[in-house]
T-cell receptor, first 111, second 115 residues
Framework: KQEVTQIPAALSVPEGENLVLNCSFT??????LQWFRQDPGKGLTSLLL?????REQTSGRLNASLDKSSGRSTLYIAASQPGDSATYLC??????????FGIGTKLQVIP | DTAVSQTPKYLVTQMGNDKSIKCEQN?????MYWYKQDSKKFLKIMFS???????INETVPNRFSPKSPDKAHLNLHINSLELGDSAVYFC??????????????FGDGTRLSIL
């Protein structure tokens, strides 16, 4: 059974800092890993999708890496802004039904 | 121009009632999903529906039944609502084509409260 862990559960940083969010999973037989952000009272916004054959993906100030063999992914946020405050979730996928989410990291960026 | 839209956004009802939540996507995706996010914010997949193939998570009670009138819609019907059904229900879609390698797009959720 796949288990996904996200550390830390909460993070508070001053504006402008670079930061790293961690996601680990127990079963390395995955198709892909997707990072989302969730704002309070809102749905999930897709940030980055990394296929199992890829090692990283970049979008603007975001960079996600994947080390499938060790069951780890990181989301790097450069030059954090108050608008980055949200809960960040990672999800690993294998097949239509086999989608497992982490509990998320709640990020607060202080102006 | 909302990609995945759900209605209603909020649903408050009494225990024992039957209710439906609607979901529509205008992305042309071939696969749709329902997720439940409980009070601890843990997201679990309930159903996926692809080209008329329904895959059910075996932990979902049979009081929950998804209905898909066409590829752009996947509605969720719930019979005999229980207190434990209180949660946020999210609809999502993706273009899978059988390989499950495309990103999922989520709606804003339906907040269901059972009195």
């Amino acid at each position: 059974k796949q288990e996904v862990t996200q550390i830390p559960a909460a993070l508070s940083v001053p504006e402008g800092e670079n930061l790293v969010l961690n996601c680990s999973f127990t079963d390395s037989a995955i198709y892909n890993l997707q990072w989302f952000r969730q704002d309070p009272g809102k749905g999930l916004t897709s940030l980055l999708l990394i296929q199992s054959s890829q090692r990283e993906q970049t979008s603007g100030r975001l960079n996600a890496s994947l080390d499938k063999s060790s069951g780890r992914s990181t989301l790097y946020i450069a030059a954090s802004q108050p608008g980055d405050s949200a809960t960040y979730l990672c999800a690993v996928r294998r097949g239509y039904q086999k989608v497992t989410f982490g509990i998320g990291t709640k990020l607060q960026v202080i102006p | 121009d909302t990609a995945v839209s759900q209605t209603p956004k909020y649903l408050v009802t009494q225990m024992g009632n039957d209710k439906s939540i609607k979901c529509e996507q205008n992305l042309g995706h071939d696969t749709m999903y329902w997720y439940k996010q409980d009070s601890k914010k843990f997201l679990k997949i309930m159903f996926s529906y692809n080209n008329k193939e329904l895959i059910i998570n075996e932990t979902v009670p049979n009081r929950f039944s998804p209905k898909s009138p066409d590829k752009a819609h996947l509605n969720l019907h719930i019979n005999s609502l229980e207190l434990g059904d209180s949660a946020v229900y999210f609809c999502a879609s993706s273009q899978d084509g059988g390989v499950s390698n495309q990103p999922q797009h989520f709606g804003d959720g339906t907040r269901l409260s059972i009195l």
